[in-house]
């Protein structure tokens, strides 16, 4: 019987988002991580390139996750409400249960690291905004309803709602969730924004 060996990229990533966890507001180098893994930075280097690489592996494994539930939340729902709410609970547990990644999507652990991780992040959130706004434009479509606020303007405000709970994530050290609250916030926001 072989037993399946450890993914060291894999590794390395988890290491780093934990570092993130617990260091909040702290610079991570490469030779914490490496410290922290118990290898060289040498070690590290053969499997990313730069520091860089391994906050965008991190970037890479956001995106894919949270946007490919989103992806079976339109594809199963068809109600727009419910869409909307399962788009924004979807990202708001995802910050919930990775909290150093967090630190990456809300720009923390990127000062002084390349712009096109930024770029990136800035993209992931982009197609969270315009994957409401097509749920929102799909009911007009769908059920003949006109909201009374622009679609576009309407999903910015949803995502501002979602930057702000996991900003507030981010400042707590972690200790106030993303998700307190949101059964009752949401409700409130279904009832006024989009009746």
């Given amino acids: 019987m072989t037993t399946k060996k450890p993914n060291r990229k894999e590794q390395i990533l988890g290491t780093l988002a934990a570092m993130l966890e617990t260091s909040p507001g702290q610079r991570i180098t490469t030779a914490r991580l490496a410290a922290e893994m118990g290898v060289s930075e040498a070690a590290l280097y053969r499997h990313f390139p730069s520091k860089a ?60 690291e390349h712009d096109r991780l930024r770029a990136r992040v800035l993209g992931i959130f982009e197609k969270i905004e315009a994957n409401l706004k097509q749920a929102i434009r799909e009911r007009r479509l769908r059920e003949n309803v006109q909201t009374r606020i622009d679609e576009g303007v309407l999903a910015n405000l949803l995502m501002a709602y979602a930057d702000g709970k996991i900003a ?7 200790k106030r969730a993303p998700t307190e609250h949101f059964d009752e916030q949401w409700q409130t926001m279904a009832q006024q924004l989009l009746s």
Avoid at 71 to 78: D, F, P, S, Y
Avoid at 85 to 106: A, D, H, K, S, Y
Avoid at 168 to 174: P, T
């Fill in 168 to 174: 507030q994530f981010v400042r707590s050290e972690f």
């Fill in 53 to 112: 690489r391994m906050f965008e592996g991190l970037i890479e494994f956001t995106e894919d996750a949270v946007l490919s539930r989103i992806n079976q939340v339109l594809e199963v729902e068809k109600d727009t409400l419910v869409r909307c709410e399962m788009i924004l609970r979807v990202v708001l547990t995802f910050v919930e249960r990775n909290p150093g990644i967090t630190r990456v999507l809300t720009g923390d652990a990127l000062m002084g």
